[in-house]
């Protein structure tokens, strides 16, 4: 979900206005990241998405709502 979300904001008029940053809860070292580990123990389904250091999406990742989410910042 990681890659095709970064592909389609790539096609978009935000591309250049964004960081797109994958964070592997098995892999990377999550103190780096309270709040998503937090999120995790809370039991939120994976991928959680964040925007603006806020989560909106827990679970499946629509494309169009986070571009319009990314557009009104």
């Known amino acids: 979900m990681y890659?095709?979300?970064k592909t389609?904001?790539?096609?978009?008029?935000?591309?250049?206005?964004?960081?797109?940053?994958?964070?592997?809860v098995d892999e990377d070292d999550l103190s780096k990241y309270p709040k998503e580990k937090n999120?995790?123990?809370?039991?939120?389904?994976?991928?959680?998405?964040?925007i603006s250091s806020e989560p909106v999406f827990s679970g499946q990742v629509d494309n169009v709502r986070a571009h319009s989410i990314l557009k009104r910042l």
Do not use: A, C, Q
């Not at 389609?8 to 592997?24: A, H, M, P």
């Not at 999120?39 to 964040?50: A, E, H, S, V, W």
């Open 39 to 50: 999120l995790l123990n809370k039991g939120y389904r994976l991928p959680i998405t964040f």
């Open 3 to 5: 890659e095709e979300l």
């Open 8 to 24: 389609f904001i790539e096609d978009t008029d935000v591309k250049d206005k964004i960081e797109i940053e994958f964070i592997d």
